[in-house]
C-alpha cells in the first residue's frame, strides 16, 4: 500500500473513533439527564418538601387525613358494621360498640358520653345509618373547636416552647413547624433547649438550614435555661417574627425533670413578659392511653395549650385525639399523617371525624 494512502486511512479511522466516542458520551450524557431531570452540574441538594399549602396539584389534607387514618377506620367500619348491622340496634349492639370505642383509645369517659347519647335516640333512629350519623355528630361534639391559622401573628416574637417525653419526635416536628412558618414568609429562630442529646442540636441544626431559619444553641451539657435565655434575648434583639424552643424528652413521672421544664418557661416569661404564648405537648398517637397521661402531667405543669399528634399514620388507636380534647379540654393543633413536611397538617376537627367513621 502506498504510504500516503495508509496514512489517510489511519487518519479516517482515528477520526470515526473519535465521532463514536463523542456520540457515546453524549448518549450516556442525555440518559442520565433524562433519569435525575437535570444535568449534572444542575443537580440540587434534596430540601425538605414545602407544606402542602404552597404546592400546586399536591393530595388534599381530607386525602392525607384519611390515608393516615386508614388503619383506625378500618377496625371502626368493621366493628360499627357488626354492631348496627342487622337492622334496629339492641342493647347487646351498643355494649359491642362500647368495646370497640375503648379499644380504640377513645377514652372511658368520651365512651360514655357518646353512647349516653345514643341510648336516647327514638326507636326509628336505631338503626344502621342513623345511629351512625349520631354517633359522628356527638363525636364531633366533643372535640375541642382548634383555632385556624392566620397570615399575621397575635404578637411577635410569638414564642411557641415544645415539649413530650422521649422518642415522640419533637425536634423533627419543630423542624416541620419552621418549614410552615417560613412558607408563610416569617422569620423564625430555632433554639436548641435539648442539651442533653448532641444528635437533638445537630438535628435542629440541620433543620434550621434547610428551612433558612436561625438557630441559637450551646455544646452538649449546657444548662438548658441558659440557652433559651440567649435564644430569647436573641430572638427580641433580631426582632424575629416565631421563636420555636426544643425541650429535652423527659418521662412526665421524673418529678425534677418537669420542675427544670418550668424553670425554663420562668426565663423564656422573664425575658418577654407574657411569653411563651404557645405550649404544644408532642405526643405519639401509636401510644394511645399513655398519650392522654402524658398530656395529663405536662399540663398540669407548664400550661399546655395545645397538643400536636405524631404518627397518627401508624396507628390503630386513631380514637385517642378525642379522649384527649374531651377529657383534658387541650385542642389538638397539628397531626402528622406521613414523613414530609406536608404530611404535618392543622388539625381539622370536621376533616377527622369524616376520615375516621366514613365508609371506604
Given amino acids: 500500500?502506498?504510504?500516503?494512502?495508509?496514512?489517510?486511512?489511519?487518519?479516517?479511522?482515528g477520526a470515526?473513533?473519535?465521532?463514536?466516542?463523542?456520540?457515546?458520551?453524549g448518549s450516556l450524557l442525555r440518559a442520565r439527564q433524562g433519569?435525575?431531570?437535570?444535568?449534572?452540574?444542575?443537580?440540587?441538594?434534596?430540601r425538605p418538601a414545602r407544606p402542602a399549602a404552597s404546592q400546586p396539584g399536591v393530595v388534599s389534607y381530607r386525602d392525607r387525613l384519611r390515608g393516615g387514618l386508614a388503619k383506625s377506620r378500618a377496625v371502626f367500619?368493621?366493628?360499627?358494621?357488626?354492631?348496627?348491622?342487622?337492622?334496629?340496634?339492641?342493647?347487646?349492639d351498643l355494649e359491642a360498640l362500647e368495646e370497640v370505642l375503648i379499644e380504640g383509645d377513645v377514652g372511658v369517659r368520651a365512651t360514655q358520653d357518646l353512647l349516653a347519647g345514643l341510648r336516647g335516640l327514638p326507636a326509628e333512629q336505631r338503626n344502621a345509618a342513623g345511629m351512625t350519623r349520631a354517633l359522628r355528630s356527638r363525636m364531633r361534639a366533643l372535640l375541642a373547636d382548634v383555632p385556624p391559622e392566620t397570615a399575621s401573628l397575635p404578637?411577635?416574637?410569638w414564642v411557641v416552647l415544645v415539649v413530650g417525653v422521649n422518642g415522640v419526635g419533637k425536634t423533627t416536628t419543630i423542624g416541620k413547624l419552621a418549614a410552615r412558618h417560613r412558607a408563610a414568609g416569617r422569620s423564625v429562630l430555632l433554639v436548641a433547649g435539648d442539651t442533653f442529646r448532641a444528635a437533638a442540636i445537630e438535628q435542629l441544626g440541620v433543620w434550621a438550614e434547610r428551612a433558612?431559619?436561625?438557630?441559637?444553641?450551646?455544646?452538649?451539657?449546657?444548662?438548658?435555661?441558659?440557652?433559651?435565655?440567649?435564644?430569647?434575648?436573641?430572638?427580641?434583639?433580631r426582632g424575629v417574627d416565631v421563636v420555636l424552643i426544643d425541650t429535652a424528652g423527659r418521662l412526665h413521672t421524673k418529678v425534677n425533670l418537669m420542675e427544670e421544664l418550668k424553670k425554663v418557661r420562668r426565663v423564656v416569661d422573664r425575658v418577654l413578659p407574657g411569653a411563651p404564648h404557645e405550649v404544644l405537648l408532642v405526643v405519639d398517637a401509636?401510644?394511645?392511653?399513655?398519650?392522654?397521661?402524658?398530656?395529663?402531667?405536662?399540663?398540669?405543669?407548664v400550661d399546655v395549650t395545645g397538643v400536636i399528634l405524631t404518627k397518627l399514620d401508624g396507628s390503630a388507636r386513631g380514637g385517642v385525639v378525642v379522649a384527649i380534647s374531651h377529657e383534658l379540654g387541650l385542642p389538638v393543633r397539628y397531626v402528622g399523617v406521613g414523613e414530609s413536611v406536608a404530611d404535618l397538617q392543622p388539625f381539622d376537627p370536621d376533616a377527622y371525624v369524616d376520615a375516621l367513621l366514613a365508609a371506604e
Fill in 1 to 13: 500500500m502506498p504510504h500516503d494512502l495508509g496514512s489517510t486511512l489511519v487518519l479516517w479511522a
Fill in 16 to 25: 470515526w473513533g473519535v465521532a463514536i466516542l463523542v456520540a457515546l458520551v
Fill in 35 to 46: 433519569a435525575t431531570g437535570a444535568a449534572p452540574e444542575e443537580i440540587e441538594e434534596t
Fill in 77 to 92: 367500619a368493621e366493628r360499627l358494621t357488626a354492631a348496627f348491622g342487622r337492622g334496629s340496634a339492641r342493647d347487646a
Fill in 155 to 157: 404578637k411577635t416574637p
Fill in 212 to 237: 433558612d431559619c436561625q438557630i441559637v444553641k450551646q455544646g452538649p451539657g449546657s444548662d438548658p435555661s441558659s440557652v433559651v435565655f440567649d435564644g430569647m434575648s436573641a430572638a427580641v434583639a
Fill in 286 to 301: 401509636t401510644t394511645g392511653q399513655n398519650a392522654v397521661s402524658q398530656a395529663r402531667t405536662f399540663a398540669g405543669a
